[in-house]
């Protein structure tokens, strides 16, 4: 009987050595960062062959097509990417940011498609590092 017991206590402390659950558990959740691009309209003078739009800065616009000048202000929606432009006199024009450009809303028929081009961005040049003085 004594072995009986002897054996029976020799398996349960083998069981219970072997059934340690205190380990480390490391989290393998990835984070998922969404990010929402806002389109943004650049400033300056926009072309479409001899037609020019120039965006200044206070939300006023210079329209040059030939001899014709229009000035006004602008508004841009980021969310439907329109750009309004509301002249001084006549009647405001829309014109949507695409990959391409700024693209008149409302096509004439008939009429050549225009499409203005971004300008080309600035680039400053690095300041010259000074010679030290001897």
């Known amino acids: 009987m004594k072995k009986v ?11 219970a050595c072997g059934g340690n659950k205190n380990e480390e558990t490391t989290d393998t959740t990835a984070t998922v960062v969404e990010e929402v691009v ?10 479409a062959g001899e037609v020019s739009l120039t965006l200044n800065e206070d939300a006023s616009f210079i329209f040059v097509e030939g001899e014709k000048k229009t000035e006004g202000t602008y508004a ?11 002249p001084k ?3 405001p024009m829309v014109l949507n940011l695409t990959e391409a450009g700024l693209e008149p809303a409302v096509k004439e ?10 300008p080309a961005p600035v680039v400053e040049a690095p300041a010259a ?3 030290p003085a001897q």
């Open 38 to 47: 806002t389109p943004t309209l650049q400033m300056g003078e926009w072309k």
């Open 76 to 86: 841009f929606n980021a969310e439907t990417k329109e750009l309004t432009l509301t």
């Open 5 to 15: 017991f002897g054996i029976i206590a020799l398996s349960m402390a083998l069981f």
């Open 89 to 91: 006199e006549g009647e």
């Open 129 to 131: 590092e000074e010679a």
């Open 109 to 118: 028929e008939g009429a050549a498609p225009v499409v203005f081009v971004a």
